[in-house]
């Protein structure tokens, strides 16, 4: 077990990849699940606030301490256990293993965990603690879908060991979870979130799985030490393309047939700005185009890769698609496609460390026919205060981000301000505020928002069942009173 109590040592975790920076007496690193649970008896008896740390990709600051300890998994990066077979597949992992890094190990036994959460530096751990999502969830969901066992450490050390459909909410919806000598008992809340991918708080519902109660709790009722995964078999090929429009409504409009269609299991979008931004590095997006859509589609036998190829050029020149289309039926040309998709969030970091700023994005999602009606207001928005942006993201799901890119501080202020009207607008079209990234410490005043000071109040109740002295994650999802 690692500890560092320098500054110098323990700086490079006082921030996460939103830029916001806290302060910590010092970082504690286990390498195994016996120190990890040893550890947090001792935290919990002194009553030491303690943060959970992973691959630091995050958006909301989650993993920024505000005081106390951090504890880091990134030692905690092995795959323990892969099993294939024509009934079912999964992984026992642990919870620092890179997405990339699964991704390949995966592949070698021609498998793929569904979810994708777009950061390929981002830990497993991190991505069950935020039920992060990605492209592919378009056709496959979120991780909650994927999630069917987790070993974690409770505050005062204890270790859980959760099984999908082993433990559930009874009817009265009580639901009790054996813990060591003890029993955890909570009341499921009762509070209703929106009916758009959303990640945002506790999960509840009738008859609800204790393992969900994890997935989404962003570090604040337990460490993950092992994680097992449902996985798939590869698809036998994927077919995906590139097309670009000359207006953005006309790429909006597509979406909304192809997503109708229901045979792409990914639909990506980049806008205008977006295309400006990625033009310098790929001269050959062209010159009259003003957005553009990433499809893929899953093809089961290869002999049907021509016709379905064939099928969406087709269905591209109907739309209104320009004649330039970038196709791809190669593993390389497929990862080419990825790679252009993934330069855009470099460019614009890139941007924004040349003049010294930080980027304001949006992360939310409202109903399919309250799309247009978003991305206007976004794009009025945009106009009435004068800052570069770019919007991209999953369009399938309704759920794109728009980044604000301010130049300078007076820019930065305009931006900060506009955020909350952002929200707000998604909120007022049964929208959520968050749909991927979690709510971290950056987000938490429109939870209460979202959902009112009841739902606060409830999960309240669920952390303290679970974490009497308050330790796990503080500042996370909610104030701590």
């Known amino acids: 077990m690692l500890r560092f109590i320098q500054p110098q040592e323990i700086e490079p ?91 390949r190990a995966l592949e070698a036994h021609g498998l793929f965990y569904p979810p994708d959460p777009t950061g390929p530096k981002a830990f497993l751990g991190g991505t069950l603690a935020t039920n992060a999502s990605g492209p592919n969830s378009f056709k496959y969901g979120p991780t909650r879908s994927y999630i069917r066992r987790i070993r974690t450490v409770l505050a005062d050390g204890t270790i859980l060991d959760l099984k999908r459909n082993q433990l559930r909410a009874r009817r009265d919806g009580i639901l009790e979870i054996p813990a060591g000598p003890r029993k955890i008992k909570i009341q499921v809340p009762h509070y209703g979130v929106p009916s758009v991918k959303h990640a945002g708080g506790y999960f509840s519902g009738a008859g609800m799985d204790a393992v969900d109660l994890f997935i989404g709790s962003e570090g604040t009722l337990g460490v993950s030490t092992e994680i097992e995964v449902n996985l798939l078999p590869l698809p036998e090929e994927v077919i995906a393309f590139v097309v670009f429009f000359s207006k953005e409504e006309d790429a909006w409009q597509f979406a909304r047939e192809a997503r109708e269609k229901g045979e792409a299991r990914m639909l990506e979008y980049f806008d205008s700005g977006s295309l400006e931004f990625l033009r310098p590095d790929y001269p050959s997006i062209p010159k009259g185009a003003q957005a553009c859509l990433f499809v893929e589609q899953e093809v089961e036998e290869t002999r049907q890769a021509a ?136 987000k938490r005043r429109f939870l209460v928002e979202l959902l009112g000071e009841k739902a606060i109040e409830e999960m309240r109740a669920v952390k303290r069942a679970f974490d009497p002295n308050l330790i796990l994650g503080r500042g996370n999802l909610f104030e701590i009173k």
């Open 13 to 103: 975790y006082l921030s996460d990849a939103s830029q916001y920076h806290g302060q910590a007496e010092g970082v504690i690193v286990p390498e195994n699940e016996r120190e990890v649970s040893e550890f947090l008896r001792d935290a919990n008896s002194k009553k030491i606030p303690l943060t959970v740390s992973g691959g630091k990709t995050g958006l909301a600051g989650a993993a920024v301490p505000e005081g106390g300890w951090i504890l880091s998994s990134e030692k905690l990066s092995r795959v323990l256990e892969i099993r294939k077979s024509n009934k079912e597949s999964w992984a026992r992992l642990e919870p620092a293993i890179h997405l990339k890094d699964l991704e």
């Open 307 to 442: 016709p379905a190829t064939q099928a969406w050029h087709q269905f591209f020149e109907k739309g209104g698609a320009l004649p330039q289309i970038w196709e791809g039926t190669t593993a390389g040309k497929r990862e080419e496609f990825r790679n252009f998709r993934s330069a855009l969030p470099l460019a614009v970091r890139e941007f924004l460390a040349e003049h010294r700023q930080i980027k304001v994005g949006t992360d939310t999602c409202v109903p399919h026919e309250c799309f247009e009606d978003l991305m206007n207001f976004h794009r009025r928005s945009v106009e009435k205060i004068g800052i570069q942006s770019v919007t991209f993201g999953h369009i399938g799901e309704s759920h794109v981000h728009l980044n604000l890119l301010p130049a300078n501080e007076e820019e930065a202020q305009k931006a900060r301000a506009l955020y909350p009207e952002l929200v707000q607008k998604a909120l007022s079209l049964g929208g959520t505020f968050s749909a991927e990234h979690g709510v971290g410490k950056l």
